[in-house]
Nanobody
Framework: QVELVESGGGLVQPGGSLRLSCAPS????????MGWYRQAPGKERELVAT????????NHADVVKGRFTISADKAKNMVYLQMNSLKPEDTAVYYC???????????WGQGTQVTVSS
């Protein structure tokens, strides 16, 4: 069983920054891609950003482009989400995701709360 452990969430004022970290219990290179998703109260879970583990190709949702950056450090076996210029609408539980091309295909972390409020 693969575990993904997120950390770095918290309360931040609008315009502030946070960095989320994800530590998988298996090597990053064993997955096809890693990603961050979020779910706000009363809303569906949505994609924030993904990164392929082989080439490091990244994809960011339009609502976070220019503010958030996903990265991976294979040496440390960590995936990060740097979040700058945070807005109240970024408030959500953020989940780390790992994707592989065989069942069960997806793994999820337990989530970390990010609250943007003055």
């Amino acid at each position: 069983q693969v575990e993904l452990v997120e950390s770095g969430g918290g309360l931040v004022q609008p315009g502030g920054s946070l960095r989320l970290s994800c530590a998988p219990s298996r090597g990053i290179s064993s997955f096809t891609a890693m990603g961050w998703y979020r779910q706000a109260p009363g809303k569906e879970r949505e994609l924030v950003a993904t990164i392929t583990t082989s080439r490091g190709n990244v994809n960011h949702a339009d609502v976070v482009k220019g503010r958030f950056t996903i990265s991976a450090d294979k040496a440390k076996n960590m995936v990060y989400l740097q979040m700058n210029s945070l807005k109240p609408e970024d408030t959500a539980v953020y989940y780390c995701n790992a994707h592989q091309n065989s069942a069960p295909y997806e793994y999820w972390g337990q989530g970390t709360q990010v609250t943007v409020s003055s």
